[in-house]
C-alpha cells in the first residue's frame, strides 16, 4: 500500500494539565502520537502556570485563556459561547484530521466548535458518569451532542453501558488507561523515610472526599494496634489535606501515618511500600493502582462501581473490598493481607502483569482503530 503524504493533525482539548488521570492520559497521548508521525496541539483553557504533567517537546501548546468561574447561568452560557468561538476559529485555521475532547465538557464544547468542519471528532468520559453530578444543562447537551461525534471512547464497561441506556445513538469504544512504565522522576522528589524493620501501607491520590481517605484512616485506627510493626504513608495533596490531618491527630496516629504530600518520585515510594489501598468511593480507571500493581506491589481496594475491578483479578493479584466505604470490612481485608506475608507475595507474583494487559503500545493500538488511521498511515 503507498505510504499517505499527509501528516495527520490531532487536536486534543483539555481544560488544564493540572494533576488527574485525564490530564495524565493526555499527556501521553500526546506524546505518543507525535513520535509516531503525527501533528499534535494540546489545547487548555488554563495557561501552563497550572501544569502538573510535561509535554513532549514537539507537541504545540495552545492557551485559549477562556478558564474562570462564570458566576450565573447567563454568564455560563455567554463563557461557553465564547469558548466555542475560539475553538471554532483555532479548528478552521488549524484544519486537524483529528480532534479528541478530554473528558465531558471540553468533549461537548469540540463537538459543537467542529460542526460542519471536515474533522473527526471523538469524546471521552472520564468519570463514571452517576457519580459527575453535572448541571441539566450539560446533561442535555451531552444527549445531543455525543451522537454526532466519530466515536465516544469509554474507560470501563460499566460506563459504556450506562451511555448505551442513556446516550443513545453513540459509537461507543471501551479503552482504559496505559500504565506507565517505568515511572519518569520530576519535581518535587522527596526520598522516603527509612523503614528500619517496619512495614509499609501505601495509597496514593488527590486529597479530596471521593477518594475515601477518611474511611481508610478509620481503618488503620482499627488495625493498628494489633499490627504494631505497620505504618501507613498518604501521597498527594487537595481540599482535606486539614481534616485528614485531624482525623489522624485525633486518633493518636500522628507518628504512624505520614502524608508528605505530592511527590514527584512516586516510584521509590512504590518500591519502598509492601501492600497497596485504594479506598476510593467513586472511580474512573485508576492510574496509581496500575502503577502500583506494575511495581509489584499487592492491592487492596474498594469495589466501586467502576474502575478497580476492571484492574484487579480478585484473589489473583489483588483484593476487592465489598461493600464500598464500609471501613471496618476494610479493615478486615487489609489485616488479613498484612499479617500473612506468603498471601502478599503470591499476590505481587501477578501484580506485574499489569505492564502487559495495560502496556502503552496495546493501549495506543486501541486509540489507533478508533482514529481510523492506522492503515492510511503506512504500520504505524
Known amino acids: 500500500m503507498k505510504r499517505s503524504l499527509v501528516q495527520p493533525h490531532l487536536i486534543i482539548v483539555i481544560h488544564s494539565l493540572g494533576g488527574g488521570g485525564a ?28 501544569d502538573a504533567y510535561t509535554l513532549h517537546p514537539r507537541v504545540v501548546r495552545c492557551v485559549l485563556g477562556t478558564a474562570g468561574p462564570s458566576g450565573s447561568r447567563v454568564g455560563g452560557a455567554l ?5 466555542i468561538a475560539r475553538l471554532r476559529r483555532l479548528f478552521k485555521r488549524e484544519r486537524p484530521t483529528l ?25 471521552t468520559e472520564h468519570t463514571h458518569p452517576p457519580s459527575q453530578g453535572l448541571s441539566p444543562a450539560w446533561e442535555r447537551l451531552r444527549r445531543w451532542a455525543y451522537p454526532k461525534a466519530h466515536a465516544v471512547v ?14 443513545p445513538g453513540c459509537r461507543l469504544a471501551v479503552i482504559p488507561n496505559a500504565v ?44 493498628a494496634p494489633f499490627l504494631p510493626l505497620w505504618d501507613m504513608v498518604i501521597l498527594g495533596e487537595g481540599p482535606e489535606r486539614e481534616a485528614l490531618q485531624a482525623a489522624i491527630d485525633s486518633a493518636g496516629l500522628g507518628e504512624r501515618i505520614l502524608m508528605p504530600g505530592r511527590v514527584g518520585n512516586v516510584a521509590d ?14 472511580e474512573g480507571l485508576s492510574n496509581t493502582l496500575l502503577e502500583a500493581m506494575a511495581s509489584g506491589l499487592p492491592a487492596v481496594a474498594f469495589d ?8 484487579i483479578r480478585d484473589g489473583i493479584d489483588g483484593v476487592l473490598v465489598r461493600p464500598v466505604e464500609d471501613p471496618e470490612v476494610l479493615a478486615a481485608h487489609l489485616s488479613h493481607i498484612m499479617a500473612h506475608p506468603d498471601k502478599r507475595a503470591a499476590l505481587a507474583r501477578r501484580a506485574t502483569d499489569v505492564r502487559d494487559r495495560f502496556s502503552m503500545p496495546r493501549i495506543m493500538a486501541m486509540w489507533g482503530q478508533v ?10
Open 79 to 83: 463563557s461557553n459561547a465564547w469558548r
Open 304 to 311: 466501586c462501581e467502576t474502575g478497580p475491578r476492571a484492574i
Open 269 to 282: 515510594w512504590y518500591q519502598a511500600a509492601d501492600l497497596y489501598v485504594l479506598s476510593s468511593r467513586v
Open 180 to 223: 506507565r512504565w517505568p515511572l519518569a522522576v520530576v519535581d518535587p522528589v522527596i526520598d522516603p523515610p527509612s523503614r528500619n524493620g517496619r512495614f509499609r501501607l501505601l495509597a496514593v491520590g488527590r486529597l479530596h472526599a471521593q477518594k475515601g481517605f477518611d474511611l481508610l484512616i478509620q481503618a488503620f485506627a482499627e488495625i
Open 154 to 167: 469509554a474507560l470501563t464497561t460499566d460506563t459504556e453501558t450506562w451511555l448505551t441506556r442513556n446516550v
Open 23 to 50: 490530564e495524565r492520559v493526555a499527556a501521553d497521548l500526546a506524546g505518543y502520537w507525535v513520535q509516531h508521525g503525527f501533528k499534535v496541539t494540546l489545547v487548555t483553557q488554563t495557561d501552563p502556570s497550572t
Open 99 to 123: 480532534i479528541l475532547g478530554m473528558m465531558t465538557t471540553s468533549s461537548v464544547l469540540s463537538i459543537l466548535a467542529a460542526r460542519g468542519l471536515r474533522c473527526r471528532v471523538i469524546a
Open 371 to 380: 482514529f481510523g488511521l492506522e492503515r492510511r498511515n503506512g504500520d504505524r
